[in-house]
């Protein structure tokens, strides 16, 4: 995994921080890998109020949109605390290595992320629509 000073910035709010914290402890043992990830990300994200949060910054119950560098695929979901996700639906953990990716990286960030199986994917996210947000689905 590269140091924690390469990565994009990210930002979370104070009420994301403290959730995800708590969740986080919760699956120590069972998702070693994914706690090891997200407890840097933890670590290193800027926490403020829901208030100062812009609308491009990936939160719990943001839709995402977000483009593999390496295949050039491009997807479309919405992230989600465990107990809401549903592939099928779209909507992705945050206990996922992909979820765990993208909470708080904002919108023209890449950040590199690692499969279940090591291997180092590269993703851009495109678009973010926040939670709540009125209008159409998020371009993809």
Not at 2 to 28: N, Y
Not at 54 to 70: I, K, N
Not at 126 to 136: C, H, I, N, T
């Amino acid at each position: 995994m590269r140091p924690a000073d390469q990565f994009p910035p990210i930002v979370l709010t104070a009420t994301d921080h403290d959730r995800l914290s708590a969740l986080v402890e919760a699956v120590s043992e069972r998702l070693p890998d994914v706690y090891a990830y997200l407890t840097v990300e933890l670590e290193r994200a800027a926490v403020i109020d829901a208030g100062e949060l812009v609308a491009t910054v990936v939160t719990m119950g943001a839709r995402v949109a977000f483009r593999d560098e390496v295949t050039g695929q491009e997807r479309t979901v919405t992230l989600v605390y465990p107990g809401d996700a549903d592939l099928a639906a779209g909507r992705v953990s945050v206990l996922t290595p992909i979820g765990a990716a993208l909470i708080g990286v904002a919108e023209g960030q890449s950040i590199t992320w690692y499969t279940r199986e090591g291997e180092a994917k590269t993703l851009t996210v495109l678009a973010v629509e926040p939670p709540g947000a009125d209008g159409g689905a998020v371009a993809a």
